[in-house]
């Protein structure tokens, strides 16, 4: 049974820096060859994609965090993370991590690609 487990929200004034982790355990396969992405959902709005990443490790981002946040993995942990640096308030969600079905696929940013869900982290940033 996969299980991804999210963690490292908190609150912070704009302009600070966040670090999210998601841990997975349970995959058929080995981690690394299952596309990862994050989420992130604000109250009364859509869940919409933050960032991914392949299984070739090739990164994906919304436009409204390039250049702030970067997404990695480390495969030997089983564990995806995202650094969030010049956080703004617009930014204040809940953050899901989320992983593929398919093994050896590119990441994407469409929430109905993706099959296992973190249960979420809330960032909130204060102005």
């Known amino acids: 049974q996969v299980q991804l487990v999210d963690a490292g929200g908190g609150s912070v004034q704009a302009g600070g820096s966040l670090r999210l982790s998601c841990a997975a355990s349970?995959?058929?396969?080995?981690?690394?060859?299952?596309?990862m992405g994050w989420f992130r959902q604000a109250p009364g709005n859509q869940r919409e994609g933050v960032a991914s990443?392949?299984?070739?490790?090739?990164?994906t981002y919304a436009e409204s965090v390039k250049g702030r946040f970067a997404i990695s993995r480390d495969n030997a942990k089983n564990t995806l993370y995202l650094q969030m640096n010049s956080l703004k308030p617009e930014d204040t969600a809940m953050y899901y991590c989320?992983?593929?079905?398919?093994?050896?696929?590119?990441?994407?940013?469409?929430?109905?690609?993706?099959?296992?869900w973190g249960q979420g982290t809330q960032v909130t940033v204060s102005s």
């Open positions: 989320a992983a593929k079905a398919l093994i050896f696929s590119g990441g994407s940013l469409a929430v109905n690609d993706y099959h296992y």
């Open positions: 349970g995959f058929t396969y080995m981690y690394s060859t299952y596309a």
């Open positions: 990443i392949g299984s070739d490790g090739s990164t």
